[in-house]
Structures are given as structure tokens and as C-alpha cells.
């Protein structure tokens, strides 16, 4: 800054000008602004050409806030309005590594939450608790924690939470699931330089494939760190930034997580729909998702041998998103076996002339038991 006589002298806390300034966490290329200067505040949101209106006006859906804890309650406060008042439908967004409805930081507990403030968050918790079933089994205490966190955020933030595997803090998610751990046993350079095993990859992509089979089916909105879709490794920042492989894609995983995004596009209850659990225990996670009479299951297994699981399911058939296979549900329940380190994606759907047929030769059927007899009958016969 050339002199104190700037408009923008009044955004910053001069310890001794020119030269010493308060800092984010003391590095010194990352000038801290007071956020309570007005002329701060034109800038970014108040003012009707800001930061914040200019680029919603441009296109923009919406704003992710980084480090949402370190800003004003009334900043946010403000971005969101601003936000609001350029776009109805535009969402904000805060970066929080905790239960944001009970976090409380530099003393203050935060309203995040509370309306007028964010309206989801960077959902950490979801994605250490996944992490915590894929790499140990622990079934259960993913259920416990989503819960846990549907308990005490609004159905909105629930539902619009920003659900990652990975994200441009953490180290790649291909890594971490093929090494085991963050590594910080072993030096920086030992880090920077590593190759993953053939081995190593390949478990890590069995379990990255149950990862993002739970991420693009879970309430929320699925995010999909950039790379990650193409198996990049790397560790902790800046090994995790290398530039997006072009030409060197991993192009099954690339049109796999295609297909998830498809389908999530076109499937109303993985877009609208609640959740109901199914068994979620040691090495399995499984719950149902319901809209407008449709439903869509998912089940993973992160074990080594073959799962079985069952499933509440309210209809009389499910059909494999992407194999085609179909199978009966007896009793309200279906009963899947599982593939070592597998998982299944089923949605509602009916054959209308296979089941008409057999309802109008066996009006009498009342149990799935028997339509499963009859079923399997006409599909031997051709009918």
C-alpha cells in the first residue's frame, strides 16, 4: 500500500506501517481484513456491484465461505442476504470441520444454523465417519453419526449438506484408502515421492468405489474433489493440487462416477427422498432412500468375504442400476448376498406385463413368497 491516504488503508489492522500488519495465522502473504470496516463490507456484499451480487449476477448458483468459523456472525449474516436478495435459489455455504450446530469458536457459539446465516455446510463429519467404515468396518458408528448429525441440524442443512471423500485439505482419497493412513510417520519427502503398489491401488479403488457409491446416494449434495474421479494420488497439500492428469485418466473410475452422477440426476429419491436404514453393523452399511412411491437401495460391504443383508423394501420388485438384475422382495424385506468388498444400487420398478400376468392368474396371491414362485415359473416359461 502506497500511503495512508488509500481507500483501502481502513481494511487492515497496521501493527507498524508500511511493513507490519496483522496476518491470518501469521503468514505474512495472507493479509488479514477487518471484516467490521464498512468500506470492506461494500465491497464484498453491501455495495449493489459487490463481490458477492457482481458474480451471482454472472451466473454464479452460489458461495462456498471458507474458514466460516473465523468470520462475523453479521458478515455472514450479510453475504447471505445479499445473496438472497440477487437470487432467491442462490445457496451459501460454510466451510466447518465439526457439527456446525454446536460448534462454538474463539468463544462464541456459532449460528451457522440458526437461519439467516449458512444454509448447509462442508459436511467433515460425514466423511471422517465413511473414512472410519471403509477403512475399519465400523458399520454402526457411521449410522450413529449421521443420526447423530440429522438430530441436530434443520432437514434443510441435512439435506443440501456438502457431502466429499476428499477436498483440497486432505490427501487424496485414492491415497488414503490404498496407504491405510496419512503417513505422518514417515517424512515429508518420503510423502512427496511416493508410488502407490499395484496392490495398494487396487484396494484402495475397491474401497473408493463403495465410498462414492454411499456419496452420490446420501442426503445431500455429492462432491467430487477434481481428479478424484480420475484416480489422482498424493498426500497432504500441496501433493494433493498436482495438475489434472489429461490423457492419463483412469477412464473405468472416470465413467463410473459418470454413471453415479447420471443416475443421481435422474432419481427423485436420491435427490428428494428421506432415508431409512437398513442393517448397518460390522463391514456393512445399508439404508433405503423414498419419494413419491419410488425408492432406491444401497448396500456396501468393505468385508473380505461374502455379506448378506436385508433390506426394507415397500414393493414387490428391485432392479440393479447397473446390471439390470431384478429380484423379489418377500415379506416387505429384500435378502442380498454381497460380493466380497461389494455393493448394490437398486431402484423400484416393475415388469407391468410380467406382473400383471401373474396377479391375474394368482389373484390370490397375498405373500411375495408366492409371487417369487410364479414369477421365477413365467420366466422359465417365456411368458
Known sequence: ?????????????????????????????????????????????????????????????????????????????????????ENPNAIVIGEVWEDGSTKIAYGVRRRHLLGYHLDGLMNYPFRTALLNFLLHGDGAGFQYSMED???????????????????????????????????????????????????????????????????????????????????????EDPFNRRPYPWGREDQELVAYCAKLGNYRKTSRPLREGDIRWGTCGECLVSFVRRAAGESVAVAVSNARNRTIVELPWGHVQAVNVFTGERYLAMNGKLRLTLPPRGGILLESALEGEKIGKITKKFPEILLYKQAEVCYNALIRNNS
Not at 500488519?21 to 464484498?44: H, K, M, N, T
Open 149 to 235: 448429525l440429522r438430530e441436530n441440524y434443520p432437514p434443510s442443512a441435512f439435506y443440501s449438506a456438502m457431502n466429499a471423500l476428499g477436498t483440497h485439505d486432505t490427501l487424496r482419497i485414492l491415497t488414503y484408502l490404498g496407504v491405510g493412513s496419512e503417513r505422518h510417520d514417515q517424512s515429508k519427502d518420503w510423502r512427496a515421492n511416493y508410488e502407490m503398489s499395484p496392490r495398494e491401488r487396487a484396494g484402495g479403488m475397491e474401497l473408493l468405489k463403495l465410498g462414492l457409491l454411499v456419496l452420490f446416494a446420501f442426503p445431500g449434495a455429492p462432491t467430487v474433489f477434481y481428479g478424484d474421479e480420475a484416480g489422482m494420488t498424493g498426500f
Open 1 to 85: 500500500m502506497q500511503s495512508k491516504d488509500s481507500p483501502y488503508y481502513d481494511w487492515f489492522d497496521w501493527k507498524e506501517w508500511p511493513d507490519k500488519y496483522e496476518s491470518w495465522w501469521g503468514i505474512y502473504s495472507l493479509p488479514a481484513v477487518r471484516e467490521d470496516c464498512q468500506g470492506y463490507r461494500d465491497f464484498i456484499f453491501a455495495g449493489e456491484d459487490s463481490v458477492v451480487r457482481r458474480w451471482l449476477r454472472a451466473g454464479a448458483d452460489g458461495w462456498r465461505l471458507d474458514v466460516a468459523d473465523e468470520l462475523p456472525d453479521d458478515f455472514v449474516n450479510g453475504i447471505h442476504q445479499a445473496a438472497r436478495e
